[in-house]
């Protein structure tokens, strides 16, 4: 009997309720049979059984009992402290962990969109026909590298025209000097009138503009031939390829032969709240700021960056600045237009008291956290707390450092309860039971 009931203690866990419970069935038991007596004795003809009696009598004992137990259980609570060895099954099973002093990193978090620093649709700057495809899809490629090869020979053929061309006009020119130095010499001893040597010099100069016309048209027609040869403009990853071999190009299409992405190194474009800005400008001034990207999640980092620019302007709509990192992106890790989560190394504090997140509870009246006290109890403390990050808590009131606190089994604490420090291996065994 005295088991079960210590195990209704136990479940209700309120010793005052249970305390008022059974002192009630108590007074209704005892109502109950002066009522059977009191009808027996105005009626003279009911008689109370041996079993009706022996329930009494159970009864009677049980709410003696338990009442016996309550009342020394609730004076071992209020009087003196509970002996932790002689009632070690009482102490409550947790985790524990150190306030430590050490370096904690000023991190602010957002969320951003991976941007190449160049992208690139390749066009055609000449009409013709492909001959040559040099590229696959996806394939990455580097600056040089030959891309698309349209057909040259009516290219070819336009340059040797002006260059035959400008042949024709040199040996006109030669003419031309020749008969000028002729004319040069007969005008004096009065063989050749003044004008026939005035038209002279003109057809000389005339001749020597033409042959700077002839130049020119060469140097365009080489230009049009070399632009029958598209190599790439930068080293970056190849798209979708939008043309095949024997398409005809032209020089006014829209759509483009193909987009090249540059991928090493990216830029990573993020928000920040408006607030954070004199921080951040004040910060970067003394040198370029680390930038951490993780998926979106938050699970896995993709890269570690540098931020190098903040927007000349705040977006009044929604109060923040963007913000550009750069990230070598050696793996490929970041993709362009991949949506991701950024973590701004703002500053580091050198001496922060530091505690695991964990041991940070929330109350009616804030903060607070459950200390191991001298004699081996959780003591509570109100806390004030900075910031919270990678699962370390910024302590700024409320905490010593080297004292231990709670970090798991919370729940089952009220201040003044005995503890039993369990190590790690000890939770992980009680888990897989």
């Given at each position: 009997?005295?088991?079960?009931?210590?195990?209704?203690?136990?479940?209700?866990?309120?010793?005052?309720?249970?305390?008022?419970?059974?002192?009630?069935?108590?007074?209704?038991?005892?109502?109950?049979?002066?009522?059977?007596?009191?009808?027996?004795?105005?009626?003279?003809?009911?008689?109370?059984?041996?079993?009706?009696?022996?329930?009494?009598?159970?009864?009677?004992?049980?709410?003696?009992?338990?009442?016996?137990?309550?009342?020394?259980?609730?004076?071992?609570?209020?009087?003196?402290?509970?002996?932790?060895?002689?009632?070690?099954?009482?102490?409550?099973?947790?985790?524990?962990?150190?306030?430590?002093?050490?370096?904690?990193?000023?991190?602010?978090?957002?969320?951003?969109?991976?941007?190449?620093?160049?992208?690139?649709?390749?066009?055609?700057?000449?009409?013709?026909?492909?001959?040559?495809?040099?590229?696959?899809?996806?394939?990455?490629?580097?600056?040089?590298?030959?891309?698309?090869?349209?057909?040259?020979?009516?290219?070819?053929?336009?340059?040797?025209?002006?260059?035959?061309?400008?042949?024709?006009?040199?040996?006109?020119?030669?003419?031309?000097?020749?008969?000028?130095?002729?004319?040069?010499?007969?005008?004096?001893?009065?063989?050749?009138?003044?004008?026939?040597?005035?038209?002279?010099?003109?057809?000389?100069?005339?001749?020597?503009?033409?042959?700077?016309?002839?130049?020119?048209?060469?140097?365009?027609?080489?230009?049009?031939?070399?632009?029958?040869?598209?190599?790439?403009?930068?080293?970056?990853?190849?798209?979708?390829?939008?043309?095949?071999?024997?398409?005809?190009?032209?020089?006014?299409?829209?759509?483009?032969?193909?987009?090249?992405?540059?991928?090493q190194p990216i830029s990573?474009?993020?928000?920040?709240?408006?607030?954070?800005?004199?921080?951040?400008?004040?910060?970067?001034?003394?040198?370029?700021?680390?930038?951490?990207?993780?998926?979106?999640?938050?699970?896995?980092?993709?890269?570690?960056?540098?931020?190098?620019?903040?927007?000349?302007?705040?977006?009044?709509?929604?109060?923040?600045?963007?913000?550009?990192?750069?990230?070598?992106?050696?793996?490929?890790?970041?993709?362009?237009?991949?949506?991701?989560?950024?973590?701004?190394?703002?500053?580091?504090?050198?001496?922060?008291?530091?505690?695991?997140?964990?041991?940070?509870?929330?109350?009616?009246?804030?903060?607070?956290?459950?200390?191991?006290?001298?004699?081996?109890?959780?003591?509570?403390?109100?806390?004030?707390?900075?910031?919270?990050?990678?699962?370390?808590?910024?302590?700024?009131?409320?905490?010593?450092?080297?004292?231990?606190?709670?970090?798991?089994?919370?729940?089952?604490?009220?201040?003044?309860?005995?503890?039993?420090?369990?190590?790690?291996a000890e939770g992980a065994?009680?888990?897989?039971?």
């Amino acid at each position: 009997m005295g088991a079960i009931l210590q195990s209704m203690a136990d479940r209700i866990g309120d010793t005052s309720t249970l305390l008022i419970a059974v002192l009630a069935f108590g007074v209704a038991a005892a109502l109950a049979a002066l009522a059977i007596k009191g009808c027996m004795a105005l009626f003279g003809h009911m008689r109370i059984s041996k079993s009706h009696t022996w329930w009494l009598a159970g009864g009677a004992a049980a709410v003696a009992y338990l009442g016996w137990q309550l009342l020394a259980g609730g004076a071992s609570q209020h009087g003196a402290p509970i002996d932790a060895q002689a009632h070690g099954a009482s102490r409550v099973p947790v985790h524990t962990g150190i306030v430590e002093r050490k370096p904690f990193p000023i991190v602010l978090n957002g969320l951003g969109t991976a941007q190449p620093l160049n992208i690139v649709t390749v066009r055609s700057r000449v009409d013709g026909q492909i001959d040559k495809v040099a590229f696959e899809e996806g394939q990455m490629v580097h600056e040089g590298d030959l891309l698309v090869q349209i057909d040259p020979a009516p290219f070819q053929a336009a340059l040797s025209q002006a260059i035959a061309k400008e042949a024709q006009d040199q040996a006109s020119y030669r003419n031309a000097q020749q008969d000028l130095q002729r004319t040069s010499v007969l005008v004096p001893q009065g063989n050749a009138t003044q004008q026939l040597l005035d038209q002279r010099v003109a057809q000389v100069a005339q001749l020597a503009a033409q042959l700077q016309a002839d130049q020119a048209a060469i140097e365009s027609a080489r230009v049009q031939l070399n632009y029958t040869t598209i190599r790439s403009p930068l080293t970056g990853r190849v798209g979708f390829r939008l043309i095949d071999r024997g398409n005809i190009v032209h020089a006014n299409d829209q759509n483009g032969m193909l987009t090249i992405t540059q991928l090493q190194p990216i830029s990573v474009v993020f928000t920040a709240p408006e607030q954070q800005l004199p921080e951040i400008s004040s910060a970067l001034r003394q040198g370029r700021l680390q930038v951490t990207a993780l998926t979106s999640d938050g699970r896995k980092v993709l890269g570690v960056g540098s931020l190098f620019l903040i927007d000349n302007q705040v977006d009044p709509a929604s109060g923040t600045i963007r913000l550009k990192a750069s990230f070598s992106n050696d793996d490929n890790a970041l993709w362009p237009g991949l949506s991701v989560a950024t973590r701004l190394l703002v500053k580091t504090l050198p001496d922060a008291t530091v505690v695991s997140d964990q041991a940070v509870q929330r109350g009616p009246n804030g903060l607070f956290a459950y200390v191991v006290a001298a004699d081996g109890t959780a003591q509570m403390r109100q806390l004030k707390v900075g910031r919270i990050e990678g699962g370390e808590a910024l302590v700024e009131n409320g905490l010593t450092v080297g004292e231990q606190a709670v970090t798991a089994g919370q729940y089952r604490l009220q201040p003044g309860a005995p503890l039993q420090i369990l190590k790690a291996a000890e939770g992980a065994a009680r888990k897989v039971e």
